[in-house]
């Protein structure tokens, strides 16, 4: 069965752990986000992530597109968020939001500044209705992210059973 690795990303982060993961485990790649664009300027963006983020607190989740219509094919579901606030962002909320996870693994990952990803990780896996199995979360502190970083992902990934130990 195949796996698919579904992320939000601002500023690349994210995307780097998603790409290292696919690169292992050769599953699909999603990247998600609003249906608009968020603006051209930095200050734009800011601005419109504000008015997701206020909804947000007042229980309102984003659209979000280019989502599967179920996740039947998939086996192992990965899901990346930076850390805004302390929890995921309100895009991968969305799309937890609209699936049931009977019969799928759940590996979330994180990156973050300060303040770690323990608490994205409960957030985002609360909101997995019906996951047969949680993954123990991989978070990565976004100012270290390096050359090692790919090598931390293969080593949750082969603790985790989610590929192949190599053999010496
Ligand atoms: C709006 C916003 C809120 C953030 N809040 C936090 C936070 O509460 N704790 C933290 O450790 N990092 C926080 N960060 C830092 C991001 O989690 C970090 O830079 C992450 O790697 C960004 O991922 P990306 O490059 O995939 O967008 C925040 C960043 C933004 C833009």
């Known amino acids: 069965m195949a796996s698919l690795i579904v992320y939000y990303t601002q500023s690349g982060n994210t995307e780097k752990v998603a790409e290292y993961i696919k690169g292992f485990t050769g599953g699909d790649l999603l ?24 909804d947000f607190k007042n229980g309102k989740l ?9 996740l039947d094919k998939y086996d192992t579901i990965y899901i990346g968020s930076p850390n805004w606030g302390n929890t995921a962002v309100p895009w ?8 049931d996870f009977t019969g799928k693994k759940v590996a ?3 990156t973050h500044g300060t303040r770690g990803g323990y608490k994205v990780f ?16 991989f978070g990565c502190y976004s100012q270290v992210m390096d050359e090692k970083t790919e090598t931390e992902v293969k080593f949750w990934l082969q603790g985790n059973g989610l590929i192949e130990s190599e053999r010496r």
């Not at 990247?31 to 206020?54: D, L, S």
């Open 31 to 54: 990247r998600i986000g609003p249906t608009e664009a968020p603006g051209k300027t930095p200050e734009e963006r800011m601005k419109a992530n504000r008015v997701i983020m206020e």
């Open 108 to 110: 979330v990952f994180c």
């Open 92 to 99: 991968i909320f969305a799309f937890t939001a609209k699936y």
């Open 62 to 70: 984003p659209e979000i597109c280019g989502v599967p219509e179920n």
């Open 122 to 137: 409960a957030d985002i896996e609360a909101t997995c209705k019906n996951a047969e199995a949680f993954i123990p979360g």
